[in-house]
T-cell receptor, first 111, second 115 residues
Framework: QKEVEQDPGPLSVPEGAIVSLNCTYS??????FMWYRQYSRKGPELLMY????GNKEDGRFTAQVDKSSKYISLFIRDSQPSDSATYLC???????????FGKGTTLSVSS | EAGVAQSPRYKIIEKRQSVAFWCNPI?????LYWYQQILGQGPKLLIQ????????DSQLPKDRFSAERLKGVDSTLKIQPAKLEDSAVYLC?????????????FGPGTRLTVL
């Protein structure tokens, strides 16, 4: 079992839709979770991070962690064509150094 | 603030040839990472440097890959000889201190195609 699993999609939605992106993780010791956004032919950039359980909101984006089910979610409200990108969930490895990434979910928002 | 610079952006080589990639991290960042991102996959760590010392190279195929970070600033990653399965984007990232929660800033990557 991979440490971080993510459905690669692709996911296509119309502009204005609510988008839900999800990951699962296997190690209950993981406590810090990140969402990176990667535009085509660019490097990933940090979008949001959350600690442990609960929600974190930043504008149209909400990150949620459910530790009981080892489930990480990113919600995008009022999606825009500029949100079209690959979204990667990540968590630090057990040594607390580098990141373990999911496969990424490719999102396309059409106008 | 300038971001992480990488060159070249694209490289096409024949298998068994050698290739080198260069990375210049954000000024003042102590930690530098090299990741390999195969098409349709998330980035996978190859090697992590703290200043000019290696912190983690457990996933670096050391029979063909090597990396160095001179004077704790720029870094080069080399593949010799290249295999078809090395076709990927090689991403360099840097962070201020290097802890797991420290934000990593990625460069645009070098896209390698091995024929």
């Amino acid at each position: 079992q991979k440490e971080v699993e993510q459905d690669p999609g692709p996911l296509s939605v119309p502009e204005g839709a609510i988008v839900s992106l999800n990951c699962t993780y296997s190690n209950s010791a993981f406590q810090y979770f990140m969402w990176y956004r990667q535009y085509s032919r660019k490097g990933p950039e940090l979008l949001m991070y959350t600690y442990s359980s609960g929600n974190k909101e930043d504008g149209r984006f909400t990150a949620q962690v459910d530790k009981s089910s080892k489930y990480i979610s990113l919600f995008i409200r009022d999606s825009q064509p500029s949100d079209s990108a690959t979204y990667l969930c990540a968590t630090p490895n057990q040594a607390g150094t580098a990141l373990i990434f999911g496969k990424g979910t490719t999102l396309s928002v059409s106008s | 603030e300038a971001g992480v610079a990488q060159s070249p952006r694209y490289k096409i080589i024949e298998k068994r040839q050698s290739v080198a990639f260069w990375c210049n991290p954000i000024s003042g960042h102590a930690t530098l990472y090299w990741y390999q991102q195969i098409l349709g996959q998330g980035p996978k760590l190859l090697i992590q440097f703290q200043n000019n010392g290696v912190v983690d190279d457990s996933q670096l195929p050391k029979d063909r890959f090597s990396a160095e970070r001179l004077k704790g600033v720029d870094s080069t990653l080399k593949i010799q000889p290249a295999k078809l399965e090395d076709s990927a984007v090689y991403l360099c990232a840097s962070s201020l201190a290097g802890g797991g929660t420290d934000t990593q800033y990625f460069g645009p990557g070098t896209r390698l195609t091995v024929l």
